[in-house]
Structures are given as structure tokens and as C-alpha cells.
């Protein structure tokens, strides 16, 4: 079963506008935690930010904002000021074992294009 | 910058051949994962290590192997190459802290031919 989805299909953004990136998530788990990751056409995989499940708090990091919502299990990414060099896929990826394993599981990404 | 780097970058082979990949990790980042990326999809977990040991695995045959050694620097070795083992294989290590994050390096492209 698919633990993280991400649905939306590419977005065109107009520069300096905000985005929003809908991730949604499965897990049966209490502890976890979501990430979420930049991968521009060079293919390296960035990180972004970070959510523990028992944060209370929304994550932020500069422009980067976590809207997250545990009892919707959504936690969707926040991207203010868009800028041209933010065109990129964009994926959410859980880790549920904290004390474990440490894999992630990856959603198939959102593909964004920012337009002048 | 994540101080991880993949080598080769990119590399062709043809069915039945053998291939390893290689990874160094970040001075201290004692766990690495690997992870195969197919054309349109998000990141496979493939398996992990934690000094030396193998540290969980994903639905992967055995003729996916690795190895750690003791400087943390790793291996993925692919035996029998099929055509659906062309993709970008990423390798990341792990900064043990309270949100153990993991820093991905640049990946290498396989094509199986």
C-alpha cells in the first residue's frame, strides 16, 4: 500500500507567488517523521524540512513552511516568494521506525515550474 | 553542498553484467542508505548500514548487495543486470540527531542496455 501520495499534477507558478504542495501520508505509527526534498534536473535530492509527528508546531525553514494537519495525516509544503530557481520536483517522504531503520518512504513527487 | 559524493556519475552497461556503485559519506555519518529512483517516480529504499552491518533492506533480490567500511564509505553492487535496473541510484547518509535527516549525494545514472 502506497504510504505517501502526492497527487497534484505539474504546477506553473508565477514568480514571487506562493505554492502549495499537497502530501498526504499512512501510518499506524504514533512516532514518525516527514521530510520533504528538492530534486532539481541535476538529480541530487535536497532537503527541505522537517516534521516530527509529535511536534506542535508547524516546521519552517526561510521560505519553506510545513502545513501539517495529523489527524488528516497531510502534511503539505508552503513555498512563499516563489523564485525561478525553486523549478523542481518536489518530494514527500516519511520515516516511521525512529529508533530503528532509518528508511524513508518516498510519494512520486510534484513537478513545479516557476514562470517569470 | 551535502559532502556526499557518488561515483561514476554515469555508467552504460548491458543485461547480465555486474556493477558497482560507490558512495562516501560525511565524517561522522556512520549510516548510509541506498535508494534506486526509476524515470518518474519517487526514491526505492534498497537497504541501509550502520558501521559495517547491513541495517534493513527493502523488497530487493539478493543480487543487490553493499558493503560499509570502517570509514563509513560504502558500496552498492548489482549482479545479473536486468533492463529495469536502469535508473539514478542515490546513496544518503544519516546525521544522527533528533531528526536524523538524511543528506542525499548527486546519484549515479545506470543504463542497462
Known amino acids: 500500500a502506497q504510504k505517501i501520495t502526492q497527487t497534484q499534477p505539474g504546477m506553473f507558478v508565477q514568480e514571487k507567488e506562493a505554492v502549495t504542495l499537497d502530501c498526504t501520508y499512512d501510518?499506524?505509527?504514533?512516532?514518525?517523521?516527514l521530510f520533504w526534498y528538492k530534486q532539481p534536473s541535476s538529480g541530487e535530492m535536497i532537503f527541505l524540512i522537517y516534521?516530527?509527528?509529535?511536534?506542535?508546531q508547524n516546521a519552517t525553514e526561510g521560505r519553506y513552511s510545513l502545513n501539517f494537519q495529523k489527524a488528516r495525516k497531510s502534511a503539505n509544503l508552503v513555498i512563499s516568494a516563489s523564485q525561478l530557481g525553486d523549478s523542481a520536483m518536489y518530494f514527500c517522504?516519511?520515516?516511521?521506525?525512529?529508533?530503528?531503520?532509518?528508511?524513508?518512504?518516498f510519494g512520486k513527487g510534484n513537478q513545479v515550474v516557476v514562470i517569470p | 553542498e551535502t559532502g556526499v559524493t557518488q561515483s561514476p556519475t554515469h555508467l552504460i552497461k548491458t543485461r547480465g553484467q555486474q556493477v558497482t556503485l560507490r558512495c562516501s559519506s560525511q565524517?561522522?555519518?556512520?549510516?548510509v542508505s541506498w535508494y534506486q529512483q526509476a524515470l518518474g517516480q519517487g526514491p526505492q529504499f534498497i537497504f541501509q548500514y550502520y558501521r559495517e552491518e547491513e541495517n534493513g533492506r527493502g523488497n530487493f533480490p539478493p543480487r543487490f548487495s553493499g558493503l560499509q567500511f570502517p570509514n563509513y564509505s560504502s558500496e552498492l553492487n548489482v549482479n545479473a543486470l536486468e533492463l529495469n535496473d536502469s535508473a539514478l541510484y542515490l546513496c544518503a547518509t544519516l546525521e544522527a540527531s533528533g531528526t536524523d535527516t538524511q543528506y542525499f549525494g548527486p546519484g549515479t545514472r545506470l543504463t542497462v542496455l
Open positions: 501510518t499506524s505509527d504514533q512516532s514518525y517523521g
Open positions: 517522504a516519511m520515516r516511521e521506525d525512529y529508533y530503528g531503520n532509518n528508511r524513508l518512504a
Open positions: 516534521q516530527g509527528s509529535y511536534d506542535e
Open positions: 565524517s561522522g555519518h556512520n549510516t
